[in-house]
């Protein structure tokens, strides 16, 4: 049963005729109350741009835009961004509820990007804290810092601005607009790796030499690409079962970033330990043997993650069945069995 709004005694006491303003309730009445009003909208709305004007300053600081700006590593990014672009496609697709906005779902993959930038600075000042420790220390990094910083910058994109938009009307769209912060967050960080790696090959051309050059890490970071749009969808929706939920919001947000950096601490953790092991039982390439092993962290908790929102589709349906004509519930189990 959902908790009932907390009320001021006087106002759950009181007969409803009785005009509580100022003394119990509160609307913007006078022009004293709409200059508030006025106020904390400008306030609200100039930290929302103070974010995101800082996120993007970052982003020209450590190179983000001219890596991305620069035609052979743009190339090489967008062609790394295709397999987290078809997994954040699949989330979208899994909406049960109503069509997202592409506007909104840009606006989210673009500040996903931006705050990004967050989570490499803070990153950066905390590596070395960490590394005297050695290979416990790098596994502390990743559960302390890495995996919680980089979940929490992913759904400060969402938080920004579609959490607040009319269009997220439903917990299934947090794990969209998740997932597409997640993408986001991939794209700039394969531009950043990308562009370190070849940095000192000298220029690239469009042709043969951007595959020779490119190619290798452009393939590696394709693989760690999922994973993000994977975490944040977790984190995702578990900020959307918060919003329509707000008498529990804070432990379930806190819940969603505990699944996520979690995940994404676990596999930066083991990727290179279960490459190896693979490359050294089965005798496949490194690269294969990576390919292999992401391929199975990644399909793991893609399969977990799929079950959370195939429960909330077959929820979604169950209680709408009875508006749904015979014909029509008909006609969709037939096209989704064809699918």
Known sequence: ???????????????????????????????????????????????????????????????????????????????????AFALAAYVYRSDITTNEPLGLLVATFLLGVLTANFAAILNSVAQPYFQPVGFLGTVLFF???????????????????????DSFDSVLDGAVYGAMAGLGFAFIENALYISRGIEQTGSLDLG????????????????????????????????????????SRGPIVVKGLLIAALIHAMYNSTVGIGSAVLTSIVGLPSLASSFVYIALFDGLFALVLLRKINRYRAAYRAAHESDTPPSEARKSELTEFDA
Do not use: C, Q
Request: charged share 15%; no cysteine.
């Open 1 to 83: 049963m959902a908790k009932k709004e907390r009320t001021d005694p006087i106002e759950e006491a009181a007969d409803s005729s009785v005009d509580l303003y100022d003394v119990a309730t509160w609307e913007e009445r006078t022009s004293l109350d709409g200059l508030a009003v006025a106020i904390y909208r400008l306030l609200s709305g100039s930290a929302r741009i103070a974010v995101i004007v800082t996120a993007f300053a970052l982003l020209l600081a450590i190179g983000g835009l001219t890596a991305v700006s620069t035609p052979g590593i743009g190339v090489l990014t967008v062609l790394s961004a295709v397999p």
């Open 143 to 165: 559960f302390l810092i890495v995996g919680p910083v980089e979940e929490t910058v992913k759904l400060l994109a969402v938080r920004l601005y579609a959490y607040g938009h």
């Open 208 to 247: 043969l030499g951007l595959i020779g050059i490119g190619g290798g890490i452009t393939f590696t970071r394709a693989l760690a690409g999922p994973g993000h749009v994977i975490y944040s969808a977790f984190a995702g929706y578990y900020l959307g079962l918060a919003k329509f939920n707000p008498e």
